[in-house]
């Protein structure tokens, strides 16, 4: 008889990473594009899931799914979880399928128990659990309502950086010259046509790899990165006032997670150094998993999708269910 088999998948807005397990042992890997559904709506959020299972399983005899769990940015709502389950079974038959914060899956893979995840990547959030197991959730609002401290916001702060500096608003910088050539483009209004139409968000992200690189170098990076930093401090003091209890005295969990904040760049080392000042006692940890298995360990300790509490109280718990559109 065919073993079991679970799925932990990490659903992000520039890549998507699907884990195959039996009870015990990793059995394949597959990847996908942009499957964040903010960004490229219930299609793109299909077509990312479906893609990522099918490489992860195709060396793989049939067996049944018992349970696929899916860390999803921007998941919060009741009516956008449900959603997005419905169509998350659809496209992979597993006999349940769970959708959570995508930090979730962060604190499960650095075996972190009660803390807080932190994720800066195309945008940016934060999620929390308490040791009573109460779970909050802070950001992850998207690039229009939010997303501070993230590639996007990092990237756009760049741009008007660069464009400030050819006016003469602004002070001389080398990321004029630095994402001229990124972008490949020669004088100021080849700029101004590349950046209209807007490009898609996670391209513009993207960009925030040449400002990290120039950060050290670079005043005005350096200053834009700092600013960063301090962007993803608030989301974390935020979510600290919410998941961290006044029994608790041990130094707060941090994991840290995202393409921004790998070990070494110039956001994860000005991030260190913020957390490490008083008055809370953060302890920030690098996961040495892919947050795609700590979605697999989560499918294998069996479903638990408890209401995730925002720390905003003014959100609109109405808000509508994400639109049917086309990546």
């Not at 942009?34 to 077509?47: C, E, K, M, Q, T």
């Not at 979730?104 to 929390?128: N, Y």
């Not at 005005?220 to 029994?247: H, N, P, Q, R, W």
Request: one cysteine or more; charged letters at 20%.
């Amino acid at each position: 008889m065919a073993e079991d088999r679970y799925l932990g998948i990490d659903v992000g807005g520039s890549k998507t990473t699907c884990l195959v397990g039996d009870g015990t042992v990793t059995l394949g890997r597959g990847t996908a594009g942009a499957g964040n559904p903010s960004l490229v709506g219930l299609d793109g959020f299909r077509a990312a899931i479906a893609t990522a299972a099918r490489e992860a399983l195709n060396d793989l005899s049939p067996a049944s799914i018992v349970v696929a769990w899916l860390g999803v940015a921007g998941s919060e709502q009741p009516l956008v979880r449900d959603q997005l389950r419905a169509a998350a079974a659809k496209e992979l038959g597993a006999a349940r399928t769970v959708i959570s914060h995508d930090a979730r899956l962060l604190l499960a893979a650095a075996d972190v128990t009660h803390g807080i995840g932190l994720v800066a990547g195309t945008g940016s959030s934060a999620f929390g659990v308490s040791e009573s197991g109460r779970e909050v959730s802070v950001g992850g609002w998207g690039h229009l309502l939010g997303d501070e401290g993230s590639g996007h916001d990092i990237a756009v702060r760049a741009l008007r950086a660069v464009t400030a500096a050819i006016d003469g608003r602004g002070p001389h910088t080398r990321l004029g010259e630095l994402l001229f050539e990124r972008l490949a483009v020669r004088d100021a209004n080849e700029l101004r046509e590349r950046c209209y139409p807007a490009p898609a968000i996670n391209d513009i992200a993207r960009l925030a790899e040449t400002v990290l690189a120039a950060a050290d170098s670079d005043h005005v990076a350096g200053t834009i990165v700092d600013a960063a930093a301090d962007e993803l401090m608030k989301l974390v003091d935020a979510c600290a006032a919410g998941a961290v209890e006044s029994s608790d005295a041990r130094a707060v969990p941090v994991v840290l997670a995202g393409g921004l904040l790998a070990p070494g760049s110039a956001l994860h080392r000005r991030l260190v150094e913020r957390l490490a000042a008083p008055p809370i006692r953060y302890c920030p940890i690098v996961p040495t998993r892919e947050p795609a298995a700590g979605g697999l360990a989560l499918a294998r300790a069996g479903p638990r999708e408890p209401p995730i509490e925002h720390i905003e109280p003014t959100r609109d718990s109405g808000n509508p269910a994400i639109e049917e559109r086309n990546p």
